[in-house]
């Protein structure tokens, strides 16, 4: 069973790469739950630093780049924190809409 899930396809992957690294965007640069950490990265730090964390679309840049070695290196593990914030993705949007 375990099995069949790994084996979405290059297709499936890059759909489930794709949300989990929008909401690990999302979670860094713009949730309430990591707004102390951004609070105090911005006492600490100025510029390009900080416009890394407070930038969704900066932050996806490198969120991206993680997670193709990590599909490939650790695909069992990664298949399921990738799964947990992709179906994340998926029910934030789905809020938002209604």
Known sequence: MYRAWLDWGPAGWLLVNCLATY???????RDTI?????RWFSERYEGILLNLIVCPWCLSVWFAAGTIPLTVWTSM???????????????GLLSELA
Do not use: I, P, Y
């Open 23 to 29: 909401r690990l965007a999302r979670l860094v640069s």
């Open 34 to 38: 990591l707004a102390g950490f951004r």
């Open 77 to 91: 593990a990664w298949s399921v924190v990738a799964t947990f914030l992709a179906m994340s993705a998926v029910a």
